[in-house]
């Protein structure tokens, strides 16, 4: 029998489960291209910090396993992401992190003149909603603020301030690719494929 196409049979999906249902559409692959993907996009805002903030050349980058799982974490030294309260009423650092087309790149902004990578709003978020676990701290404003998320879902609603410890401002992310999302025979990043990457972006990105 055909389902029945009328107004009822139309489905909406919200950012986030439409990125774990077809991540392939956000990330460009279902798949380990598309795991690569994801850690790119991270390291695209940290890179693109480094074009506003000459000092903050330096990304650190960590890849390999955590309880047996695909795990990444990426530290910048630029401004650290904004957190607080929106002009929507919303903690913005949600917002960055789970929907889409949201950013600072719009109308250019602190990136006035400057060839940004993302700039459409959505890679950051794609990597957090794709994610089993997610976490997130911003060192700016002389404190640290923290959020973390699980499949995508923020485990708290505003950001949890500690004290920054000395830590140069900046932001620190790391995550775990979710294998329910991905459907590799195996989630994880190769040392040699990463690297060979970073090569390239530090070709492209003189300085950093």
Not at 116 to 134: I, L
Request: hydrophobic fraction near 30%.
């Amino acid at each position: 029998m055909t389902k029945q196409y009328d107004a009822n049979a139309i489905e909406k999906l919200s950012f986030r489960e439409g990125v774990r249902k077809r991540v392939n559409i956000y990330l460009d692959d279902s798949g380990h291209r598309g795991v690569v993907n994801g850690l790119l996009e991270i390291i695209n805002n940290s890179t693109d910090e480094a074009l506003v903030k000459p000092e903050a050349n330096r990304i650190e980058i960590v890849i390999g396993k955590r309880n047996g799982n695909a795990y990444a974490s990426v530290r910048d030294y630029g401004r650290g992401l904004p957190h607080g309260e929106n002009k929507f009423s919303k903690e913005v650092m949600i917002d960055l992190l789970t929907d889409n087309h949201t950013g600072g790149k719009f109308d250019n902004g602190g990136y006035a003149g400057k060839s940004t990578r993302g700039q459409n709003g959505t890679g950051s978020g794609a990597t957090c909603c794709s994610s089993s676990w997610f976490h997130v701290i911003s060192y700016r404003d002389n404190a640290a603020w923290e959020m973390t998320f699980i499949d995508g879902i923020p485990q708290t609603d505003v950001c949890v301030k500690h004290e920054s410890y000395g830590e140069k401002e900046g932001t620190f992310i790391e995550y775990e690719p979710s294998s329910e999302v991905f459907k590799s025979e195996e989630v994880y990043f190769d040392y040699e494929e990463i690297c060979n990457l970073m090569k390239e972006y530090t070709y492209f990105n003189k300085g950093i």
